[in-house]
């Protein structure tokens, strides 16, 4: 096996391809088998390293619940917080649920998580890794109606949702008229349409200066997930280099060849023009010579596989040509 043959299936075993030249002797045998070995255990770990990359990147989930704020904290330095000694404190550290109870450990045993009004928490979620956990209809007033929009009300579960009512006199006639109204008002989406016109739009007819779209959002967070250039880039630059790399081989060999040409007998080409041409004269007879022994072994095949009355159809119209 020569030197160049070597190299080619070096790098063809690491690629699990098989060459026509194989090593013959047994102790070439023995160190075939380790390269063997040592090129799927390469490959196997890169491919076992790009699925880690993606899995990893798709578990990003958003800090839209509460478990996945306080995994945030452990797994990217995440803080949260609210306003203290306000009622969202009050409720998070005295209700029944642990997972809010965690919450109001977590802030009031760390340093500085608590913020001293609203306008600081807000200020801290857009300049600090810091999620501010308050009312959710002031944040949501908030975030539509101030600009810069550069800032996110989580879609998750609420908590501590409380409802208002109105009260009458027992047996009052006022007490039905306005259940129906209010249902009325509910079926004609005319409380929505207010709820719209006072939270996100400030009172005015204007659409909101930020509003949020939950099909935008779930877009972004599907594209961001997506398999992008950016995340093969090496393995495109491995392989743009390695066609570079062959053009510039492929050079090389032919301006070693033009000069071999000169130098081989007399009557060779005396200069480079004249040999590069005489290269290309026996680059078209090879091509010619290839194509006609393709042609002569189809032929062939294809006159082994024909279906005996074919055959004779083939031989009597050859005999009658």
Known sequence: MSLSNALFWGWAGLF??????????????ITAILWYAAGVTIVASYTANLVTFLTVRKQQVPLDTFPNLR??????????GFVEHS?????????????????????TEADQWTVGNTKEGLRRAREENYAFISDHILLEHIISTHEPCDLRLSQGRLVGKFGFGLGFKKNSNLTNLFSVGILRMRENLEITELYEKWIKQDGDETPPKCSQNEEEETQAVTESNKLTFDNLKGLFLLVWGSLVLGFLFLIIEWIVSCYTLMDSKSGAPKTMIDAFKLRMKYVRQNTKIIKQRYTRKRESFSRSHLSPVSKVFFNDRNGSS
């Open 16 to 29: 699990w391809q098989s060459p026509e030249t194989v090593p013959r002797a047994p102790s070439s045998r």
């Open 71 to 80: 995994a945030a904290r452990f797994s990217r330095g995440f803080k949260y």
């Open 87 to 107: 009622a969202v404190e009050r409720y998070f550290c005295h209700s029944t649920d642990e997972i809010l109870k965690n919450i109001c450990r977590d802030v």
